[in-house]
């Protein structure tokens, strides 16, 4: 990770595509894909240049507070963009247009994976039963290198939930904490059975990475950078 400062970005689908997602890796990886391509798109309008290169660190997360499937992204973006070795100042990132190219992004992606047909006709009304694109979010303030590592570290050894959010088990039932919107805490239980189920159904396939880099973060760019020095020294040598 750069020195420089990132953006924490969080992106959402509606509720009535988890059904579609659920336990569908491929597709989840085609989520974790277009939110590259997205601020990409983004950016590249901001600054108005074409096919510019930014550093995105993408990490999944598949599940809410009480365990159900809610997937979400959440994105640390340079505050910089690349663009024939040039570097970009890229602090601000419009929602509206985040939301909009979010959505269509999403929506042609997701069509051409193995899907249905019902299911590509469910895509195609979301242009219309959500006409100012999908719900985002964006940091007012920027994070420095150490809360990035920080966060991204979370999400590669978090499990579902943490054993001290348990605070009962018996006849059949396991009890858990909760906190309301406003952090006020409360209690639910579940059966031991949907209780394993939930717990598990966000357990991703050994060869899925929840936690993913774009752009001149990616190993081949990252790669190229260490060839390009290497050279660089000889040279100069």
Known sequence: ????????????VPAVLRRMLFQRWDLLKILEDSTYQTLRE??????????????????????????????????????????????LKFGFIPKKLLMKTWQRTVVYNLCKAKISYEEKELLHFMFEKYPYGFVTDVSSRSINKVS??????????????????????????????????????YSTWFCVEEFIFRLTAHISP???????????????????????TKQEIMVVE
């Open 148 to 185: 990035v590592i920080r966060y991204l570290a979370r999400y590669m050894r978090h499990p579902a939930m943490a054993d001290s959010r348990i605070i009962g088990y018996g006849n059949n039932k396991v009890v858990i904490r909760m906190q309301d919107k406003f952090r006020r805490n």
């Open 1 to 12: 990770v750069g020195n420089a400062n990132h953006r924490l970005v969080t992106l959402t």
């Open 42 to 87: 983004v950016a590249s309008k901001v600054v108005r240049r074409k096919k510019v290169k930014l550093g995105v660190l993408v990490g999944l997360q598949t599940y809410g507070q009480d365990m159900r499937f809610h997937p979400h992204l959440h994105c640390m973006v340079l505050e910089k963009v690349y663009y024939n070795g040039e570097q």
């Open 206 to 228: 050994k060869q899925f990475r929840v936690v993913r880099w774009y752009g001149v973060y990616s190993r081949r760019e990252l790669r190229l950078t260490r060839e390009k």
